[in-house]
């Protein structure tokens, strides 16, 4: 299984970008669970948004209602919308995807494949 992603970049404060992470083999009767983190200079990684084995979300306080994390299926491509851009959220950002994962609200631990990562810049 490969993972690919794609969508970061630099844009100013309150700009909004989407990040894409193409998941090689996904199909929704292997119950993966998948998910965006974060690693800021200096800071552990950290979980930005995650989906469940059963579809659940589960998003970081800090972002949300700017952040949206979604599955197309069809296109085995998990998405991360981001609005409203701040300093603070300029991290680089990995996607990860588990099949048979069977956690409501997977962490980090729980994940064994991982994209390259994709850096996103804000700048005020």
């Known amino acids: 299984v490969q993972l690919l992603e794609s969508g970061g970049g630099s844009v100013q404060v309150g700009g909004s970008l989407r990040l894409s992470c193409v998941v090689s083999?996904?199909?929704?009767?292997?119950?993966?669970?998948s998910g965006w983190f974060r690693q800021r200079p200096g800071v552990e990684r950290e979980a930005v948004a995650t989906?469940?084995?059963?579809?659940?979300?589960s998003i970081r306080e800090d972002v949300k209602g700017r952040f949206t994390i979604s599955m197309d299926n069809t296109k085995k491509t998990l998405f991360l919308q981001m609005n409203n851009l701040k300093p603070e959220d300029a991290a680089m950002y990995f996607c990860?995807?588990?099949?048979?994962?069977?956690?409501?609200?997977?962490?980090?631990?729980?994940?064994?494949?991982w994209g390259q990562g994709t850096q996103v810049a804000v700048s005020s």
């Open positions: 990860a995807a588990q099949p048979a994962c069977n956690r409501f609200y997977p962490t980090s631990i729980d994940f064994t494949l």
């Open positions: 083999e996904y199909t929704p009767v292997r119950r993966y669970c």
């Open positions: 989906i469940g084995s059963d579809g659940r979300t």
